[in-house]
């Protein structure tokens, strides 16, 4: 895992997100299209949010990249 804040070179060392239902079932459904896929966008992120409070970007990482 690794967390950043505004930028790439911001690293946080503890974050919490508190989701409502919706934006889970949301993110679910992003995560199941995602691992639907044979071979899955590298790039691939989802944004979590409603666009008029805070944002969650879901990206999946390999430090072997």
């Known amino acids: 895992m690794r967390l950043t ?3 790439d070179d ?6 919490w997100a508190y989701l409502t239902a919706a934006e889970v079932i949301d993110l ?6 995602y691992f639907e896929d044979a071979q899955p966008d590298p790039g691939w992120h989802h944004h979590v949010g409603d666009g008029d409070g805070p944002e969650l970007t879901i990206a999946i990482y390999n430090p072997h990249h």
């Open 5 to 7: 804040g505004g930028s």
């Open 10 to 15: 911001e690293p946080l060392t503890e974050a």
């Open 28 to 33: 679910f459904h992003a995560l199941s299209y």
